[in-house]
């Protein structure tokens, strides 16, 4: 049954290019993305990265990120996980996301 | 000299990958990169393609591509030219733009 603490995710098939690129077309947004990249994170710890983005800012960022299948935000024991969807983003736009990482590492995703 | 007809153009050591991902990121401007990948492309040419969009959208879709460095529009005599700045966008984010071709190939850029 799903409860309020499931949030929806699109499914792998259901991903589309340009709301991707979208999704990914934000410098805080693709820092989040770049910050994920090693792991999961606890998302009560994403929100204390760069106390000059309110939270409220934050929650937004990752609710691009997840409707967009860019990311997924589960809930994991009375906390949130955030996790990084490469293999559906893989499988979709082979890749797109080590060329989006490559260019974040180059320094070019700068603000 | 510059003249009305010299529209600006970022340098390569200019372009930003948030900018670029946001050009990219509409089915339409999608469109008209898929269609400049094999070659330049007359703008008035440009602008006779898909009837249903304005040619006011047509020209803010071509800013906006040109503002993020990923096409050129250049004159031509009394006409314009617009191109894909292939070379600068592999040399910057190597990878990206073969990605996101292949994304729309597959089907997965339509609307």
Redesign the interface.
């Known amino acids: 049954m799903a409860t309020a603490s499931d949030l929806p995710h699109p499914e792998r098939e259901a991903?589309?290019?340009?709301?991707v690129?979208?999704a990914?077309?934000?410098?805080d947004r693709?820092e989040m993305v770049r910050q994920l990249r090693d792991g999961a994170m606890d998302a009560a710890n994403c929100n204390a990265l760069d106390p000059e983005i309110p939270k409220s800012t934050k929650s937004h960022l990752m609710k691009v990120l997840r409707e967009a299948g860019v990311i997924r935000n589960e809930p994991n024991g009375r906390r949130r996980t955030l996790t990084l969807r490469r293999d559906d983003l893989d499988a979709?736009?082979?890749?797109?996301l080590?060329?989006?990482l490559?260019?974040?590492d180059?320094g070019?995703?700068?603000?």
Not at 15 to 19: A, N, P
Not at 92 to 96: A, E, K, Q
Not at 108 to 111: E, L, V
């Open positions: 991903l589309e290019l340009s709301t690129l979208f990914l077309s934000d410098p693709l979709r736009f082979p890749g797109l080590d060329a989006v490559g260019g974040l180059s070019q995703g700068s603000r």
